[in-house]
């Protein structure tokens, strides 16, 4: 019996040590009389923009408690030189999967969600979404550590578990993993999705849902192509029954056939946008006359486009590179074939891959746009070579790619989630917007991401709850 566990621990041994690695984030030692932000230029968040130019900031405690066009005087404030910079609200991040590590085919997969939390901070991220990963409860208990200072992480909000159709995605997904990363997949992540085939087979939603999620999450697209996907009367069930708890809905699609299921079943937002075909304008003009949100991840799907068609794997900004893991850095820098073999389903949807995806996805945003769609800001980070923090500031490159004006996408990653969170979720956040009296969570830059979002990666320093954080490079 001896001898059978020596495997097994060496094993563990080895997974434990790879995952270990030095703190991305750390706390600077408290002032007592707060910090005084001199001659810097602030982006409210406010007013579809409204920057104040040359101001002074006073943080103390956890709030903004004075921004002043008069020079002030705080005896023995820290005084920070904002000369050059902008002060941005912190940045969120809609759609994470925050427990699961970094996907690189040919590399080794661990669950790092103490980095990518503290790759969010180290980017300027103070909040984020989780779009599924372990049941309520033991979100819940993360959240509980995060806020009580147990864990460093950003503000956490979730779903818990996703659901979705019987073999629909996921599913197929997490088979084809289970194939490459057995020893992974199946100890660690044995279940990712609950899968529900009736609007009778309702158990584990009730139970789901007493655990307290912040949302559900329900999964509504096909991959590979025609793979089975949820039936739309139970999609209307599910929103039902969440809805007669209080609790929002947002729907995973993928084309606008879903989009239509998810407008007549009266959920509140849509996780991506549709990215396999065009988007219907009239479908994107009835989801901004319901109030309904977009999260459209335009670049994860063209980093997969990278990855799978141009063998790209050098593409990412300084910022990404910072926030990923060791282990991802060197896969990276050692690629290796990874294309299905003919005959696999996952080979027809990655051949066609580029043709399908790459004309759409900008256009798609701007159809978004012109229709007056509140955008959020999301990634699905870790997805497939996503780092989670730094990727979140080429997200908003490419909605600026993709029709946004830079303030535009500066809102849609602080004060529009945070007003979704609000009024949605039910969320008593006061963040998401700099003015007297709310959260100190903020991100300061060098230059001016309203003339150049890409400067948003130029961070000088990052304020959560009050404090700067040691950014260890």
């Not at 991305?24 to 130019?53: C, M, S, W």
Request: hydrophobic content about 40%; overall charge negative; aromatic content about 8%.
């Amino acid at each position: 019996m001896k001898n059978r566990l020596w495997p097994v621990i060496l094993v563990l041994v080895s997974f434990l040590s790879a995952c270990a690695h030095p703190s991305l984030v750390g706390k600077a030692p408290v002032k007592e009389n707060g910090y005084l932000i001199r001659n810097v230029d602030v982006f409210t968040a406010l007013d579809e923009g409204k920057v104040l130019q040359d101001m002074d900031v006073y943080v103390r405690g956890e709030t903004v408690a004075v921004i002043s066009a008069k020079r002030l005087d705080i005896p023995g404030a820290e005084v920070i030189d904002g000369q050059g910079k902008m002060l941005l609200p912190g940045l969120v991040d809609f759609h994470t999967h925050i427990t699961s590590g970094m996907i690189i085919p040919w590399g080794t997969v661990m669950p790092t969600m103490r980095f990518n939390m503290e790759a969010c901070l180290y980017s300027g991220i103070t909040a984020i979404m989780d779009m599924s990963g372990k049941k309520p409860a033991a979100m819940n208990a993360l959240t509980c550590e995060i806020e009580d200072g147990n864990l460093a992480g950003p503000h956490l909000f979730h779903c818990g578990m996703g659901f979705t159709g019987k073999g629909a995605h996921p599913i197929p997904m997490v088979e084809k993993m289970k194939k490459t990363f057995p020893w992974f997949v199946r100890p660690f992540f044995p279940e990712i999705v609950i899968e529900v085939d009736d609007v009778t087979d309702m158990d584990r939603l009730e139970d789901h849902l007493a655990q307290g999620p912040d949302f559900t999450k329900i999964y509504l697209d096909d991959l590979p192509d025609d793979s089975p996907k949820m039936r739309p009367e139970i999609v209307h069930e599910i929103v039902k029954r969440s809805h007669e708890q209080g609790i929002p809905v947002l729907i995973h699609i993928g084309r606008n056939e879903d989009v239509r299921v998810a407008i007549d079943s009266g959920a509140d937002g849509i996780a991506h946008n549709v990215y396999k075909e065009p988007l219907d304008a009239k479908l994107a003009g009835e989801l901004a006359a319901r109030g309904m949100f977009v999260i459209p991840t335009v670049y994860v799907f063209h980093n997969l486009n990278a990855f799978i068609n141009e063998e790209d794997y050098d593409h990412y900004c300084d910022l990404e590179w910072e926030t990923m893991h060791p282990s991802s850095i060197e896969a990276l820098h050692n690629p290796e074939p990874f294309i299905s073999p003919e005959g696999d389903p996952w080979t027809d949807y990655y051949r066609h891959f580029e043709e399908t995806y790459a004309g759409v996805l900008h256009p798609n945003v701007r159809v978004l746009k012109d229709a007056g769609v509140t955008i959020i800001a999301g990634t699905d980070s870790p997805n497939l070579g996503m780092a989670a923090g730094g990727s979140l500031h080429v997200e908003l490159e490419h909605l600026v790619r993709g029709g946004l004006t830079p303030a535009e996408a500066l809102l849609a990653a602080t004060s529009a989630p945070a007003r979704i969170l609000r009024e949605v979720f039910h969320q008593d956040v006061k963040f998401g917007t700099i003015e007297e009296g709310v959260d100190a969570d903020l991100l300061l830059v060098e230059g001016d991401p309203t003339e150049d979002i890409r400067n948003t990666r130029n961070i000088a320093a990052v304020f959560y709850q009050g404090d700067p954080l040691v950014r260890n490079k």
